[in-house]
């Protein structure tokens, strides 16, 4: 694995990898979303769009269906920036 660079958006990512691990979920989706919005064009951008993208799968297998759909169409929504 390569180590990357430690900046301000790579940490946010970090942050965002340890809430989801610790099931909070609801902070983990919106820095992910912060990321994909704001910086779109780095690779943190990339790896929380495929982070949310599994999450959608992993809530609809767990029965939480509305919330994978919410998700799915803000991932689809245009950033408003």
């Given at each position: 694995m390569v180590e990357r660079e430690v900046t301000?958006?790579?940490?946010?990512?970090?942050?965002?990898?340890?809430?989801?691990?610790c099931g909070k979920l609801h902070q983990a989706i919106d820095?992910?979303?912060r990321l994909k919005e704001h910086f779109p064009e780095t690779d943190e951008?990339?790896?929380?769009?495929?982070r949310l993208l599994s999450l959608t799968q992993e809530l609809?297998?767990?029965?939480k269906v509305?919330?994978?759909?919410?998700?799915?169409?803000?991932?689809?929504?245009?950033?408003?920036?």
């Open positions: 301000p958006v790579s940490t946010m990512l970090k942050i965002a990898e340890s809430w989801q691990k820095m992910y979303f951008a990339s790896e929380s769009e495929e609809t297998e767990k029965g509305y919330r994978a759909i919410g998700i799915s169409e803000r991932l689809l929504t245009p950033s408003r920036l």
